[in-house]
């Protein structure tokens, strides 16, 4: 065998296992399927051709997001994430526009969260002016939900908490959609709660989120069993029976079924008395 | 005509390129099996990992956090102590090979060489799990010794003069389950301390030394302590060292034993915690992977700096 | 080249062997199964060698494949420890078996999400198989002890296993040593009499010169007993300093202590490491450095005369004893103890026991509806009894019929969700490793006071910047999450945009926000929490 030979059957046998000259071929379906599966680094190899191949606003877009949670994670992808972000940003003609939005979004998400060392109060600036876009639609919403979360939970003695949670309080009247909403009466009755300021205020926000639907079903239980507690705490029994008897019938297997109908007792007892 | 090439030019060595073929698999092996884990441990060290596929570069965190971890350093302590007990371990070795070496019939001497390997057959697991039912305060055969012999008299009457509160009448001894025990029972660990390798490599050098060095010694009027002192050790001093530096290496890295004995947590009060133990504890109790391969990057540091020390001042002189 | 003979023998051996190995494995296939041109596999792969449940699972798979001609069921039994090597393996590979045992904690996040398929879907369905029952109507989830909660993964907003099993703890006794020490075979009815007993097998023991302990212990089976009485203790404390009015036990006593909310000299603290000192007196010496086996060795042996273990242990237990064997449940102080009743809320629920014995579809199932379905028949009303009868284990199936050998070990439901423990419901490795390496101090001889001051001490000290360490990590594991699930956010926002029809994406876009914004306030609240007591600033009174 001369050694030409021997070069050409190595090559030969090596050629299957030799990265192609392309990868799978996707669709951005296909890609952002892929980070529900927190398959980051595919889906950030594949919007990086689809980016490459039509660089739209929607594959650097989709590029930009995989690559905050690409592995390994480091302040060097997380730059490049918010490059494509930011020029999303500058290059857009219409501040309401989608990709517009969400790309400002997670620039305030990186300052937040993905870089680090966060940078919480340019977070809360950034969330705080997407929240004042007209038009801002979803991602307006959601970033007025996270300025009321760091302006509730930036570090503070507890004397300010009522202020604090007052302010996020107004966020309210800016909110549309229902699941933001409900979202962020959770965190004021959190916040009422955890901050030991108002068990009513805490039960209002839990009613308003309720009655707006609770997703997570798994949550639903939590939500009744506070509902009841938080009646039965500030002297409405006939709510707390109420809640109470709503979680007794939907949940049956929970740990709290116990208790809770001895709470319901008492409370029909003390109707009685 | 052109001179022929050396045998170990760069030109001989392309023209027998088939050779380094067979290279290749054991090079290929040891670059997976040994290079490849350090350098992964390395390259981990610099984040923040739980041992799956996330990971987040954080640079020196790891180390910076290391160097205000009371919990490594306290274990270092502790691996300081258990080097100094296996020092004085090394000592039962050495005089055995040279009782063994003094022997005049080669016959006896081959028999405890048989005798010595014999025990190597028991892997060393079943060792140790036998040394823990030693150790057991109910039924093992070390507190059963101590009372047969009244000695748990001794120690209880000891005990109450110094003031210990170890050593109670009536109350089975926890070797491992009370903290001020714990180093002991590490020290009483292999008991009597003949270790078979170290006994044949002392032996090894031993048999090298000629007969006329005895003899220039005997004629010298040097007596059996002075022939160990002024011959023997000297001479055995490479064995010595080699020993030295492989029992310093594992006693650092080690934590099987600790685990074995006294669990994860290193034993009541933490008394039994190494820094091998804290980085298996770190990583597989905790989940701080990345935090685990910085320790063991420190590790690494400490015992290459323990053996370049070794390999200085322990001179041998022939 | 003549070739030599023992070249020729050698040649023929190999090639006989060769055709016996063939030939056998063509036969054993053929034979193995009923089915033997089923069309269809399903695979199902555990780590539980325990006497009788290889034996169960193997006659369920029976009874369906009779059910279901042409479906081969094939069940792998593999060591748990290397189960964890094995099924990384076989998946990543793509050649994992259609359902795999997702119990022992051995998979990551990511793991899930990428090697298991949600079962939500299913869930919510009525099981077919419980067909002309009582729980016919009800979605699957709902029959299960514990509504499937246990199977929940709220990072993944889904549920990812089905659990077959479930284990409660009890404590076993030797019957014929107790009636030889007590002249009957009742065991203790309240707290009292069990310490009573206690100290009377002690005394018995030492009357004969027979060394005999009360309680096998180990590393293993102490915390059931010391665990269990201490949370009795915190049981009212845990929801007093509870930041939420959910009712349930969580872990708001670890930033409760960070705020000065209770700390080590609470009466409810005392109260609980003199608990656990009364009872950690009468455990074998020295267990804390003992292992299961060596408590399970001396109670075999008749060296102690109880030990508690999990229900998962009575099979093999009834195996070995060559003694019968009772079984009660560990009593606890009444409220009305005059030491103990004061921390007391009232019995303790097991309704929150997370069930066992969880098996996950696996993406690359090729068979996932015939997978399901032989879940859905082994967890139905009536195979869930007979999995019971026949592996001596009980059933996380709710309501179903299991023998009378197993009713002691029926979960209790009617009581209150136990207090914390040191280790703050296993959440806390750090915390509980302190508090471990100095249970010595607590349980050393001596006076009481003394050893209760001594454990008091060494927690007051090393304990807070251990439960400091394991918040601080719990901070960042959450934010971990939430950083991924950025990227669901704007996948689901996506592709509910793309289909806005499709009622599922956008459920799941909604369940996404929810869950991003729940996780993150509590986050921020635990690091709020965290950077405030770093300064030593105190709360105010709550209203």
Known sequence: MTPAFRLSLLLGLLAPVLPGAEGRPGTLQDGWELVTLYRFNEAEALFRRLADREPSREHRYALAVSLLNRQPKSDRTVAEARRYLTALVKESTAPDEEITLAARFYVARILQLHQSKPDLAAARLAYRELSRTPGGGFWAEVAAVKWATLHVYEVTPWSEKAARLAEAEKELARLTSPTLRKDLQIILADGYEKFGISLPAALHHLEEAWAAGIERGIDQGDFLARMGELARRIGDPAKARGYFTEFLRRFRRDERVYWITQKVADLEQGDRR | ?318 | MKRRPLVWAGLAAFALIYAVATVRVLILSATASPVANAKVTVRFAHFYLEPGLREAYAQIAADYMHLHPGVRVEQIAVPQRIFNAWAKTQLIGGTAPDLVLVDGGQFTLEDLARHFTPLHEWVEAPNPYNSGTDVADLPWRETFIDGLTGSYDSRLLSYYSIPTSLFTNRVFFNRALWREIFGTETPPSDYEDFLAACERIEAWGAARGRPLVPLAGSVYNAPFLIDFLFGTQTQRRQFEVAWSAHLRADLSPSVALLQGRWDFSDPALQAAFRIVRDVGRHIQPGFLQLQRDDANFAFLQGRAVMLASGAHEAASLRAQAEFPLGVFALPVPGTDHPRYGAQIFGPVTEANIRPAGAFGLTRTSREPVQAVDFLRYLTSQATAARFAALSGWLTAVADAQIPAALDPFRPVTAGYANGFDLSIRRRHPDAKRVADTNLHLLIAAGSDDAAVAAYTAALARDYPPALRLDLENRVANTRRNVMRQDGNLAAYRWMSQAAPDDTVLKRRFNEVAEQIDGNEAENYFIMHELARTAAATQPPARP
């Open chain 2, 1 to 318: 005509m052109k001179p022929p090439a050396s045998r170990s030019s760069p030109a001989a060595a392309f023209r027998e390129w088939r050779l380094y073929l067979f290279v290749l698999p054991s090079l290929f092996l040891v670059a997976l099996f040994a290079y490849f884990p350090a350098a992964s441990a390395i390259y981990h060290s610099l984040f923040d990992w739980q041992g799956g596929e996330a990971k987040q570069y954080v640079a020196w965190a790891n180390f910076n956090r290391a160097w205000s971890d009371r919990v490594l350093w306290d274990s270092f302590v502790t691996v300081a102590f258990l080097v100094g007990f296996n020092l004085v371990k090394m000592l039962p070795s050495i005089a055995l090979a040279v009782v063994i070496h003094r022997l005049r019939s080669e016959r006896w001497q081959y028999l405890y060489r048989v005798l010595l390997v014999v025990p190597m057959l028991v892997p060393g697991l079943v060792t140790l799990f036998i040394w823990k039912f030693y150790l057991d305060p109910n039924l093992g055969l070390l507190n059963r010794l101590l009372d047969a012999t009244g000695l748990k008299a001794a120690l209880v009457g000891l005990d109450r003069l110094a003031g210990w509160g170890v050593f109670a009448e009536g109350v089975p001894i926890g070797w491992l389950s009370q903290p001020q025990l714990v180093l002991p029972s590490l020290f009483l660990w292999g008991f009597p301390w003949i270790g078979a390798v170290g006994v044949l490599i002392y032996l090894a050098g031993l048999q090298a030394i000629g007969t006329e060095v005895y003899e220039a010694a005997e004629l010298d009027g040097i007596g059996p302590v002075g022939k160990f002192f002024y011959i023997e050790l000297p001479l055995i001093l490479t064995q010595v060292r080699l020993n030295l530096t492989l029992l310093i290496i594992s006693t650092l890295q080690g934590y099987g034993l600790q685990l074995l004995l006294l669990g994860d947590t290193g034993g009541p009060g933490g008394r039994g915690m190494t820094p091998g133990l804290w980085m298996y504890n770190r990583a597989f109790i905790a989940g701080e992977f990345g935090y685990a391969c910085a320790i063991g990057l420190i590790l690494f540091g400490f015992i290459l700096a323990l053996s370049l020390v070794n390999n200085r001042y322990v001179r041998t002189r022939r």
